[in-house]
């Protein structure tokens, strides 16, 4: 196992049993936990499929044991997985941590969906505390619009004092971010990506500036790039190269590894763009206007 970065950002490479072992107990104060989901995607040549669902949850309930032990008396906790096994990881975790929500992140699909019967737009996650008297909770840094009251100027009549409804109000729990799509700026090479917006929320909620936040499946480096966005230490742990590479270069760690000059893929519909523009020489005319000409 490498760790590659420096002292606020840390990149364990390697596998995640063996990187949590390098993490003090009781020095991290936030996790987000995006595992495999066992429904057979493929992480860069890594299948992820377990041989049976027991082998999966019982997999599960070992990096699961062993992040709580991480985090601080204070921390907090954000696991997902796919809406098959989160009962199992709720009645796993229950008497061992205060589940405060039972997250759903909504989002839309353009794509063809299930033909016979209905077909997920949503995943689950679980938000969990150490000590429910006792955590990081920044409600008003992550308020939203309140839309009903606000928006339709009601009264509410229940004050002693009857006014308007708030215009704002701290999120629900169900959560409605874009997937990441192929032609956003911030997508990278990955089966399952995370996005900005919904990481942006769990971290600007659950920690403060200088906090430590752990993601011990971190594959696109989502959760460490918005933590080092909104000034927090990071540790990301990733088994496969490829995606310890997007990590370097998200974080501006490092422009190249093992030799290799670390750069974001060009997409297809970039490549035609970039292809016009190197099929064009512009010179200037000793007339004055540009002058196009083709190779």
């Not at 093992?258 to 005319?285: A, H, M, P, W, Y």
Request: net charge neutral; charged share 25%.
């Amino acid at each position: 196992m490498e760790i590659l970065g420096n002292n606020q950002h840390q990149i364990y490479f390697g596998d995640v049993f063996e990187a949590l072992s390098k993490v003090p107990d009781n020095s991290v104060d936030l996790i987000f936990a995006d595992p495999p989901y066992n429904i057979g995607k493929n992480f860069s040549g890594l299948l992820d499929k377990w041989d049976t669902e027991e082998d999966y949850l019982n997999w599960c309930y070992e990096w699961l044991q062993v992040c709580l032990q991480k985090l601080k008396q204070n921390g907090s906790m954000y696991v997902m997985t796919a809406t098959q096994y989160m009962p199992y990881f709720d009645i796993f975790l229950r008497d061992k941590i205060n589940i405060l929500s039972r997250i759903v992140w909504y989002y839309d699909s353009s794509g063809v969906q299930a033909k016979k019967y209905y077909g997920s737009m949503y995943e689950p996650i679980l938000y969990c505390v150490k000590d429910k008297s006792n955590y990081t909770f920044n409600a008003s840094d992550i308020l939203v619009e309140a839309k009903t009251g606000a928006k339709r100027k009601l009264i509410d009549y229940r004050k002693a004092v009857p006014s308007l409804y708030n215009s704002q109000k701290i999120p629900g729990n169900v959560w409605e971010f874009p997937r990441v799509r192929y032609r956003m700026d911030e997508y990278e090479q990955h089966p399952s990506q995370k996005p900005i917006a919904l990481l942006t929320r769990i971290i600007t909620a659950s920690s403060n500036a200088g906090d430590v936040v752990l993601d011990p499946f971190s594959g696109t480096f989502t959760t460490s790039f918005v933590a080092k966005e909104l000034d927090r230490h990071s540790i990301g742990i990733e088994l496969q190269e490829e995606y310890v590479k997007i990590g370097l270069r998200r974080l501006k760690l490092s422009t190249e590894f093992k030799g290799e000059i670390l750069k974001k893929d060009v997409r297809t519909f970039q490549s035609d763009t970039i292809d016009t523009k190197n099929s064009l020489n512009l010179f200037e005319d000793s007339n004055g206007p540009l002058v196009h000409y083709k190779h």
